[in-house]
């Protein structure tokens, strides 16, 4: 399976970005799946986690402004930023199951 990362950009402080991770393959059987996000010069950290049973976690920073759902039928997992800061600014990665994607760079400017 090979994941296709997009929908990163510039945006201003407060405006909102949809991330996209397309699978190649079929996600259907796929448990967990997620978003992780790199900044610079720090660790790589998840954001958000979703898998088949329509269980959900968000890191603390990311509650009530991000939304991750998945699309079985579009082998696609989405991410929702709403209301974006600067310290968002990073690397967004989404993970497959054991695959990861490319990676989509966000800047949030303030």
């Known amino acids: 399976v090979q994941l296709q990362a997009s929908g990163g950009g510039l945006v201003q402080a407060g405006g909102s970005l949809r991330l996209s991770c397309v699978a190649s393959?079929?996600?259907?059987?796929?448990?967990?799946m997620g978003w992780y996000r790199q900044a610079p010069g720090k660790q790589r950290e998840w954001v958000a986690l979703?898998?088949?049973?329509?269980?959900?976690i968000y890191e603390d920073s990311a509650k009530g402004r991000f939304t991750i759902s998945r699309d079985n039928a579009k082998n696609t997992v989405y991410l929702q930023m709403n209301s974006l800061k600067p310290e968002d600014t990073a690397v967004y990665y989404c993970?497959?199951?054991?695959?990861w994607g490319q990676g989509t760079l966000v800047t949030v400017s303030s």
């Open positions: 993970r497959i199951g054991t695959f």
């Open positions: 393959g079929s996600i259907f059987s796929i448990n967990n």
């Open positions: 979703i898998n088949t049973g329509g269980f959900i």
